[in-house]
């Protein structure tokens, strides 16, 4: 009896994480993020996507997606926490039953625990300049250079791997 309450439980769990399939359509869902050559953050960069792109799913393997860019027809790996699959990012306000469409100007400033005009009043408010944190947020580095730092800081060597050994 335990074990078939376990069967049950392990299936439908399984039938809930397989949700994609080869040809859904998937959208960007941050503000910035890269397509990759392989399933690796420091696999080489195909192409640049920003908030709301469309993706075709063609595989999956250890937490990144192999897509294709609608627009383009370029291939390549997406981490899945960069996609979803609704276009529209929505919120639930709280305490109400309405939902909102967001711009990724708002996603951004909501990392920071920051409305727009928040940001503006307690910046004014306190003399703030959050132009070095802008600046922060926009900084990129080359996975080249996180390569060689890795090298010549003697760290790891296994995390310059991309996902699943290859």
Same mark, same amino acid.
């Given at each position: &009896?335990?074990? $078939?309450?376990? +069967?049950? /439980? !392990? #299936?439908?769990?399984? /039938? /809930? #994480? #397989?949700?994609?399939?080869?040809?859904?359509?998937?959208?960007?869902?941050?503000?910035?993020?890269? =397509?990759? %050559?392989?399933?690796? !953050?420091?696999?080489?960069?195909?192409?640049? /996507?920003?908030?709301?792109?469309?993706?075709?799913?063609?595989?999956?393997? @250890?937490?990144?997606?192999? #897509? $294709?860019?609608?627009?383009?027809?370029?291939?390549?790996?997406?981490?899945?926490? %960069?996609?979803?699959?609704?276009?529209?990012?929505? =919120?639930?306000?709280?305490?109400? *039953? %309405? $939902?909102? $469409? +967001?711009? %990724?100007?708002?996603?951004? =400033?909501?990392?920071? *625990? !920051?409305?727009?005009? &928040?940001? *503006?009043?307690?910046?004014?408010?306190?003399?703030?300049?959050?132009?070095? +944190?802008?600046?922060?947020?926009?900084?990129?580095?080359?996975?080249?250079?996180?390569?060689? !730092?890795?090298? @010549? @800081?003697?760290?790891?060597?296994?995390?310059?791997?991309?996902?699943?050994?290859?």
């Amino acid at each position: &009896m335990r074990r $078939t309450i376990l +069967v049950a /439980l !392990f #299936v439908s769990v399984a /039938l /809930l #994480v #397989v949700a994609v399939e080869a040809g859904d359509s998937l959208f960007i869902q941050v503000r910035e993020s890269e =397509l990759r %050559s392989a399933p690796g !953050f420091l696999s080489q960069i195909v192409a640049d /996507l920003t908030l709301g792109d469309e993706l075709l799913y063609a595989d999956g393997r @250890a937490g990144w997606f192999q #897509v $294709t860019i609608a627009a383009t027809g370029e291939t390549g790996w997406i981490h899945e926490g %960069s996609v979803r699959e609704n276009k529209q990012t929505t =919120l639930q306000l709280a305490g109400e *039953g %309405s $939902t909102r $469409t +967001v711009t %990724s100007r708002e996603i951004a =400033l909501a990392g920071r *625990g !920051f409305s727009e005009s &928040m940001e *503006g009043e307690y910046g004014s408010d306190n003399q703030l300049d959050f132009s070095q +944190v802008d600046a922060l947020e926009a900084r990129r580095v080359n996975p080249q250079e996180i390569v060689e !730092f890795v090298i @010549a @800081a003697n760290l790891r060597q296994d995390i310059l791997q991309p996902a699943g050994g290859q």
